[in-house]
């Protein structure tokens, strides 16, 4: 993780010291002209797995709040692998890692498993516990995030 950037002779400032740099902060600079547009970045050995979750978040239509409605849409399937990639979906906008994910869903879901049986036998639950860790939030943070 980058913890500060010190620069020197960037653009009109002789030198820049930025402060510690909080988790998730992405910083594009540079002067006017030189591509810092917002595009899709290509990714040199994107597997299955990622191309699978970034179509189902592409897929997700951009509104001004979501809900839980929109947390059901997403986690919709009735197989292991979509519901897989829905809960990996539901990490990325939580910002988690799968065993920060895990370990808040066993802590809210209480005892037994995490995965698409524990789903398809409380469905009511599970998706309250999704609502209770903010995913409606981040869904409405992530999916608005306006082009500089």
Known sequence: MLHGLPL???GP???LALPPLAPRLNLITGDNGLGKSLSPLGADGMDSTATVAME???AV???EKYCRDDIV???ATEDGSGFNTAILCARLF???SKDQ???QLKEHLGHGEIGIRRFNADRQTYLHVLE???LCEAMTTTMNVKSV
């Open 8 to 10: 020197k002779n960037a």
């Open 13 to 15: 400032a002789p030198e």
């Open 56 to 58: 189902r978040i592409e």
């Open 61 to 63: 239509p951009i509104k």
């Open 73 to 75: 849409a997403l986690v």
């Open 94 to 96: 939580l910002g988690l």
């Open 101 to 103: 994910s895990e370990s």
């Open 132 to 134: 209770d860790m903010g």
